[in-house]
């Protein structure tokens, strides 16, 4: 793809398309900025080459129309404090506007008018053929961001050889939304760690041809709810009734044993309801485990990212990815529409 590295930007009016969709808090501020943070070499290079004005645009949320709810403004202001820089302005949230999911080629000239070039940074958005995704980059010169191209370099390292042993782990509420990953990557993986609510599907009915490693126990509970009664069962002696919410015990040592000796690892998708304390030691065992591999990890999906944050294992990862939806697809093999635009150098 023609890149941001070979770019003469002195001068230009910019149009960045970056993924600035981050969770707000309770109060409307940014709870969680890694995103944003992301985003930041491609914005420092422009503004070190000479930008004459960088216009960002970005989704958040997904809201039907104008939505003071998910509007840019507290976006705007928290990068404002990482990059205090006036050539830069935010624009609002793109889907307050329905054309942009419709790949409106109006509502991409209108993003368009008085800019000079488009660079997409915005790897987690680039597998939706939206207006600010795929119809601007036919009006202006199009161009791949830092950010895009790292991502599609490190997630394309787990599509050719890698060295073995290769451990996939899966985790999150639905097989139908990782199974592509699955069948693309788990025929060649040697191990296929399976957790969460999709690993319930599986021993239910499995959808792969080759074998994946289940629970052998789970954390289970009365009722879905963070204060529930609790107990240590077999994966397969479930209480009629009752939930698995988090691996047990025994499959934590079991799934750190086999992600320890790995060569190469893949992690997306959460082992439990990780988000209430009782029912994260599945997924903070993974994390744990994937953070002490000498060798090449990779980890995407938001609450599997979400997970290295909070207990500080970020750092120890070869590469976090930005992109939820978009590294899955692009690790099934799907091309992806934002990507496909940019012309080749």
Same mark, same amino acid.
Not at 81 to 88: K, S
């Given at each position: 793809m023609k890149s941001l590295e070979d770019l003469d930007v002195a001068g230009k009016r910019v149009l960045v398309r970056v993924d600035f969709n981050v969770p707000l808090g309770r109060d409307g501020e940014v709870s969680e900025d890694n995103?944003?943070? !992301?985003?930041?070499?491609?914005?420092?290079?422009?503004? &070190?080459?000479? =930008?004459e004005e960088i216009a960002v645009c970005s989704h958040?949320?997904?809201?039907?129309g104008p939505d003071q709810a998910f509007s840019m403004r507290p976006v705007e202001e928290h990068l404002?404090?990482? +990059?205090?820089?006036?050539?830069?302005?935010?624009? &609002?949230?793109?889907?307050?506007?329905?054309? &942009?999911?419709?790949?409106?080629? %109006?509502? !991409?000239?209108?993003?368009?008018? &008085?800019?000079?070039?488009?660079?997409?940074?915005?790897?987690? %958005?680039?597998?939706? =053929?939206?207006? %600010?995704?795929? !119809?601007?980059?036919?009006?202006l010169p199009a161009y791949a961001g830092l950010l895009l191209e790292r991502e599609l370099q490190e997630l394309g390292k787990l599509l050719g050889d890698v060295e073995r042993p290769f451990v996939l782990i899966s985790g999150g509420a639905k097989v139908q939304d990782k199974l592509g990953v699955l069948q693309n990557l788990g025929g060649k993986a040697d191990d296929v760690l399976i957790g969460g609510k999709m690993a319930e599907e599986v021993r239910d009915e499995n959808p792969l041809d080759f074998e994946v490693v289940l629970p052998r126990d789970v954390v289970a509970a009365a009722a879905f709810e963070p204060d529930a009664e609790t107990r240590v069962v077999p994966y397969d002696e479930l209480p009629e009734g009752w939930l698995g919410l988090d691996i047990g015990p025994k499959t934590r040592a079991d799934f750190g044993a086999r992600i320890r000796r790995a060569k190469?690892?893949?992690?997306?998708?959460? +082992?439990?309801?990780?988000?209430?304390?009782?029912?994260?030691?599945?997924?903070? =065992?993974?994390?744990d485990a994937v953070a002490?591999?000498?060798g090449f990890t990779v980890v995407g999906g938001a609450d599997s990212v979400r997970a290295l944050h909070e207990v500080g294992l970020a750092g120890r990862i070869s590469w976090v990815s930005t992109g939820g939806g978009a590294a899955l697809e692009f690790l099934e093999g799907k091309e992806l529409p934002g990507v496909a635009v940019i012309p080749e150098a």
């Open positions: 995103r944003i943070r !992301a985003a930041l070499p491609t914005l420092e290079l422009l503004l &070190e080459r000479g =930008a958040l949320g997904r809201p039907k404002r404090g990482l +990059m205090p820089e006036d050539r830069i302005t935010v624009l &609002e949230n793109t889907r307050f506007e329905p054309r &942009e999911t419709k790949n409106d080629n %109006s509502f !991409a000239r209108e993003l368009a008018d &008085e800019r000079d070039l488009y660079v997409n940074d915005a790897f987690g %958005s680039a597998h939706r =053929a939206h207006a %600010s995704t795929v !119809a601007v980059a036919e009006i190469t690892v893949f992690w997306n998708g959460p +082992m439990g309801v990780f988000e209430w304390p009782r029912f994260a030691d599945g997924t903070k =065992a993974v994390a002490e591999v000498d």
